[in-house]
Nanobody, 124 residues
Framework: QVQLVESGGGLVQAGGSLRLSCAAS????????MGWFRQTPGKEREFVAA????????YYADSVKGRFTISRDNAKNTVYLQMSSLKSEDTAAYYC?????????????????WGQGTQVTVSS
């Protein structure tokens, strides 16, 4: 069982930055591909970014490419999402997700484990 806990959300002005963290409670964190998704009320969960279990491959949604950076520290069992040049349309609940020893995908249902989410609100 993998437990994921996100932190770092909050209120920020447009153009600002935030860094989200996701701490995983699992002994074999380095064998999990990690992803970030986001969701607004009434909409489906949307892929944001993913990183391979080795950390050597990263993937981004077109809407965040060049503004967001996903990274991981396997020694700390943590994955990060650095968000810069934030826009009002980035406002959402952000969720961390994990899938075991498989390639990163953009489909939420491919990920077996989820955190509880952290709210990011960007004011314009």
């Amino acid at each position: 069982q993998v437990q994921l806990v996100e932190s770092g959300g909050g209120l920020v002005q447009a153009g600002g930055s935030l860094r989200l963290s996701c701490a995983a409670s699992v002994h074999t964190f380095s064998t999990y591909t990690m992803g970030w998704f986001r969701q607004t009320p009434g909409k489906e969960r949307e892929f944001v970014a993913a990183i391979s279990w080795t950390g050597t491959s990263t993937y981004y949604a077109d809407s965040v490419k060049g503004r967001f950076t996903i990274s991981r520290d396997n020694a700390k069992n943590t994955v990060y999402l650095q968000m810069s040049s934030l826009k009002s349309e980035d406002t959402a609940a952000y969720y961390c997700a994990a899938k075991y020893l498989s390639m990163a995908t953009m489909r939420a249902h491919d990920y077996a484990y989820w955190g509880q989410g952290t709210q990011v609100t960007v004011s314009s």
